[in-house]
């Protein structure tokens, strides 16, 4: 049976980086795997997403609606908008806590959700959430190192090794953010 994988953020966070730092680590460690990006927005600030499927059932890349086992998000409400769509019962949702919010949030015409909203709403569904938060940042990019940290720590994708994560972050990290985005991945991993 294919293990899914939806991962969504705002364009610019880096889900690009996530995704296939994710894709490679399956392939490094034998895992059969299929993986696709959807782009739109991304360069305005707008929603991007990506899709993994891992083992031999997964016969295309995309997940199907409402059966994600993992949800990861670069972004509050964008990982419970990806969970009410792709999130299957029993599924794991994973996400940084920052907000990136709408003008209609700014301008007072529709609610933001809180952390303890998310995980509410989650359960709802009948999946779990955890917010992952790291400190402060030179570049806001690198907080897909701490969500790998977390995946790494909580071992969230089967037959992937924690080591095996690290060892990918390190060969696709830009070069000139290689040392930061180790120390913000090791540092989630140890909380």
Known sequence: MAFNIYLCGVGGQGIGLLAASLAQAAARAGLPARACDTHGLAQRGGVVSSHIRLGADALTPLVPEGEADLVLAL???????????????????????????????????????TVEEVKKEVEE???????????????????????????????????????????????????AALEENLAIFRAARAQ
């Open 75 to 113: 972004e509050r409400l964008e990982a419970l908008r990806g969970a009410a769509q792709y999130l299957k019962p029993g599924g794991r949702v994973l996400y940084y806590d920052t907000a990136y919010q709408p003008v209609s949030v700014r301008a007072a015409q529709a609610h933001y959700p």
């Open 125 to 175: 569904m009948g999946g779990q959430a955890e917010a992952v938060k790291a400190g402060e940042m030179r570049d806001p990019r690198m907080q897909n190192a701490a969500l790998l940290g977390r995946v790494a720590a909580l071992g969230l994708i089967p037959g992937i090794p924690a080591a095996t994560i690290e060892e990918i972050l390190a060969e696709m990290a830009p070069p």
